[in-house]
């Protein structure tokens, strides 16, 4: 089993629609937790931190579970220029360790 | 304010070289990590640097190794090279406690690095 699963995608869906993400961890003393995006041959940028109680970035709601170990991140709204690769991001071992998930597509249509 | 930078952007190597790519962190950040990419994969963590010392490692072979210096930059070191290192690598920047969750970590543009 890989440390961090994320859905396999692609996802196809129209400008305004509503999209949901998951992602599982498999070490339970995973610390912390992050949402990065990354466009087509560049390089990944922090969307969003997730803690514990939930957070919310505009159009972005970002949530923990750690009973269950799992990541989600859900997208209100969607806009055209959100069409990237979402990556779930974990750190493990003491917080210096940081293990990708493989990446989710996300392709939003006109 | 220059971001992560990363030299070179390109590179192709034979099967059995050696390779030596460059990272210069964000102004003020004082740890470099290193990720290989494969085309349609996550970033694997290679490992950290702070204090100009390795502090984390992940499942790469003694063939990659690493340096920082005292200005904070970083190299990645691939001795033997084969096929299957042909790879983006990039290099993140951060301050000291970024997995904590206290800072964001920066990534440079990466080096595509393609082994032949």
């Known amino acids: 089993r890989k440390e961090v699963e994320q859905d396999p995608g692609p996802f196809n869906v129209p400008e305004g629609a509503t999209v949901a993400f998951n992602c599982t961890y498999s070490?339970?003393?995973?610390?912390?937790f992050f949402w990065y995006r990354q466009d087509c041959r560049k390089e990944p940028k922090l969307l969003m931190s997730v803690y514990s109680s939930g957070n919310e970035d505009g159009r972005f709601t970002a949530q923990l579970n750690r009973a269950s170990q799992y990541i989600s991140l859900l997208i209100r709204d969607s806009k055209l220029s959100d069409s990237a690769t979402y990556l779930c991001v974990v750190s493990n071992t003491g917080g210096f360790k940081t293990i990708f998930g493989a990446g989710t597509r996300l392709f939003v249509k006109a | 304010d220059a971001g992560v930078t990363q030299s070179p952007t390109h590179l192709i190597k034979t099967r059995g070289q050696q390779v030596t790519l460059r990272c210069s962190p964000k102004s003020g950040h004082d740890t470099v990590s290193w990720y290989q990419q494969a085309l349609g994969q996550g970033p694997q963590f290679i490992f950290q640097y702070y204090e100009e010392e390795e502090r984390q490692r992940g499942n790469f072979p003694d063939r990659f190794s690493g340096h920082q210096f005292p200005n904070y930059s970083s190299e990645l070191n691939v001795n033997a090279l084969l096929l299957g290192d042909s790879a983006l690598y990039l290099c993140a920047s951060s301050l000291d406690g970024w997995v904590r969750g206290n800072t964001e970590a920066f990534f440079g543009q990466g080096t595509r690095l393609t082994v032949v």
């Open positions: 070490n339970s003393a995973s610390q912390s």
